[in-house]
């Protein structure tokens, strides 16, 4: 034996996504060095150089569609992609030219920047470690479990009626005594052959009993005596102790999600409070001079559409949002905003693409960001970005455009708030499509569907500045460069909610190729 104790299974699967990882994004980094970026402007985990944010206004930046460089404006107007069957390299990415300097931008392939955040989040975890508490089932609810939830007494804990009627002692009929044993009596007289007493559900069982009868299975004649209507089997209807679990025993492991019946199991198992993971805070800053917070659209100006549903969107994830600011397009603002703010993730919405109101990158060069996601080939979405802005926090920026907004927190700040939050990574599964998705040449696509049966509906408003199909879907189907025909299965992202009590398919079901 060397001393040295295996890595768990766990672990060496930890290590094996990190090298694909580190792989992925060395191609990535490659491509970027062929054109004259460097290697160290990527900014990603693993890659050379600092990875810290470039400074100054002729830092390269990914191309951005006329939809996600106007935030949170209309629909962009559609563009047709040619279908590319097959299944392409999926390090292969768009390479659209920067609009400031002509050069090209290596965007990070969608599975590889969801990793990459899931990876920035365990990290985080690991050093946030002590940030757990126990808190009164009353204030548990959506938390995760710290430790595991071991059982702190038999359930049941004595041996119990389970329906109301007559327990009774060795063969029939039975002489019945006077007085019934109700719930929450101790320790009832025991019973003798030949006796019976009338019994409460969940009352405890006498000492000796042999069955309970229920009431609609039994009768009794003038004398008193009780007859069964059916055979009695010994044992019947009582809940034995321990027939759930014995004290000691675990019920849930260590990152189970707090649901209204673990609530209620915890209780009945004799818990008055649970340890759990502390929900990391998180601030959403809202970017954007055009936005109006209440009224209808006029003169130039639009309602927030984001104000109102990342918060709560956060929250489904398990976030705790501790403020919504407003620092419009000030960039002195936004700078004193993110420097001042102590959370454990910033979201911030707009100001990601190569424009005149990108003031996101120049902010994290100056507070010495490292940039770990900057662009993802996926649409819509594509100008995400993923900083660590410094040691214990991180910055999400999303594109302005709603749906597009919607595709950087399923990208980039679900996995990382999953981790943060000790919530285990779900398995992923795939669906077929009912119909065929038009897909971009080289990026990933995140469509709205509704799942039906065994069939993903895809939703028909899906462009980047709607949220119409979003509001009426289950889920967004993956779709692999080159789009996907009818009955291909495909990944689906469950939403926090997944309730369509209507039915509604946002529309109809046809597709239509707007996902710039």
């Not at 492991?253 to 990391?280: C, K, Q």
């Not at 918060?311 to 004193?336: I, S």
């Not at 039906?452 to 199909?469: H, I, S």
Request: hydrophobic share 40%; charged share 20%.
């Amino acid at each position: 034996m060397s001393g040295q104790s295996a890595e768990s299974p766990a672990a060496q699967a930890r290590a094996a996504e990190d090298g694909a990882v580190d792989e992925a994004l060395a191609l990535v980094n490659e491509a970027r060095a062929a054109d004259g970026r460097g290697a160290g402007g990527a900014g990603f985990p693993g890659a050379a150089g600092s990875g810290r944010t470039g400074s100054g206004p002729g830092r390269p930046g990914p191309e951005r569609s006329s939809a996600e460089r106007s935030r949170h404006t209309g629909p962009a107007t559609p563009t047709s992609h040619a279908d590319h069957p097959g299944h392409p390299d999926p390090t292969r990415q768009s390479t659209p030219s920067d609009g400031r300097t002509g050069s090209r931008h290596q965007a990070a392939p969608w599975s590889v920047a969801r990793a990459v955040a899931g990876r920035a989040g365990r990290l985080a975890a690991a050093r946030r470690r002590g940030a757990q508490r126990r808190v009164p089932l009353d204030r548990a609810l959506g938390l995760t479990l710290a430790e595991p939830l071991a059982a702190l007494s038999d359930l049941p804990s004595f041996d119990t009626s389970a329906m109301d009627g007559w327990v009774v002692a060795g063969p029939g009929p039975w002489d019945v005594r006077a007085e019934g044993i109700l719930a929450g009596q101790d320790r009832p007289e025991p019973l003798s052959d030949g006796e019976a007493v009338q019994i409460a559900t969940g009352a405890r069982v006498p000492r000796d009993a042999t069955a309970v009868i229920r009431s609609e299975h039994g009768r009794t004649d003038d004398k008193g005596r009780l007859f069964a209507l059916r055979d009695v089997g010994h044992g019947q209807d009582i809940r034995p102790r321990g027939q759930e679990c014995r004290s000691g025993d675990q019920l849930l492991p260590t990152g189970a999600l707090v649901t209204p019946a673990v609530l209620g199991l915890a209780a009945a198992a004799g818990y008055d409070e649970l340890p759990t993971v502390t929900r990391p805070r998180v601030e959403v800053f809202i970017l954007g001079d055009e936005l109006l917070t209440e009224g209808l659209p006029r003169e130039g100006l639009i309602r927030d559409a984001l104000g109102p549903m990342l918060p709560a969107w956060l929250r489904a994830l398990g976030a705790e949002v501790t403020a919504v600011r407003r620092p419009g397009d000030d960039p002195k603002a936004l700078l004193k905003a993110v420097q001042a703010s102590d959370a454990d993730l910033v979201v911030t919405t707009g100001g990601t693409a190569s424009g005149p109101v990108d003031h996101v990158h120049p902010t994290l060069s100056r507070v010495d960001a490292e940039l770990l996601v900057d662009g993802v080939a996926v649409r819509p979405g594509h100008p995400m970005l993923l900083a660590r802005t410094k040691e214990g926090q991180h910055l999400v920026g999303l594109p302005g455009n709603p749906l597009a907004a919607v595709s950087g927190l399923l990208t980039l700040a679900e996995p990382l708030l999953r981790m943060l939050a000790g919530r285990p990574e779900q398995e992923p599964y795939t669906v077929a499509l009912r119909a065929a998705v038009p897909g971009h040449p080289h990026d990933t696509r995140l469509v709205p569907v509704v799942v039906r049966g065994e069939d993903a509906v895809p939703l028909r408003y899906n462009g980047p500045a709607m949220l119409r199909g979003i509001a009426a879907a289950d889920g967004l189907a993956v779709v692999p460069p080159g789009g996907a025909a009818a009955g291909r299965e495909v990944e689906i992202l469950d939403l926090p909610w997944s309730w369509n009590p209507a039915g509604d398919d946002g529309g109809d079901a046809s597709v239509e190729g707007c996902f710039t």
